[in-house]
């Protein structure tokens, strides 16, 4: 069973760091290029930073360039997000995703095949 699941996620003050975790299994994690979006209320989904399966290439939204960094542990079978310099408009559900492909920016052009069931964080003024 293939499967994405999100940690990592709480709450925390207005330029506070937090680091969200996303562990893949049922899956050659190596084939696929990985990605975190975000939904707050009202809001439509939208994408935050990707990553290629090599973790050669990454890419950000413009609303988080500079404050927040994707990694991945193809060893271990995880996603990573850190971010730093957190401000309230960052509160959201996010989502760890994934794209069976290796293509670098993905992220770009695709939409995600698999989504995790998302982890809330909430930034407080």
């Known amino acids: 069973q293939v499967q994405l699941v999100e940690s990592g996620g709480g709450l925390v003050q207005t330029g506070g760091s937090l680091r969200l975790s996303c562990a893949a299994s049922?899956?050659?994690?190596?084939?696929?290029?990985m990605a975190w979006f975000r939904q707050a209320p009202g809001k439509e989904r939208e994408f935050v930073a990707g990553?290629?399966?090599?973790?050669?290439?990454?890419g950000y939204a413009d609303s988080v360039k500079g404050r927040f960094t994707i990694s991945r542990d193809n060893a271990k079978n995880a996603v990573y997000l850190q971010m730093n310099s957190l401000k309230p408009e960052d509160s959201a559900v996010y989502y760890c995703?994934?794209?069976?492909?290796?293509?670098?920016?993905?992220?770009?052009?695709?939409?995600?095949?698999?989504w995790g069931q998302g982890t809330q964080v909430t930034v407080s003024s």
């Open positions: 049922g899956l050659t994690f190596s084939t696929y290029g």
């Open positions: 995703a994934a794209r069976r492909t290796y293509s670098s920016n993905w992220f770009r052009y695709y939409e995600p095949d698999l």
């Open positions: 990553i290629s399966w090599s973790g050669g290439f990454t």
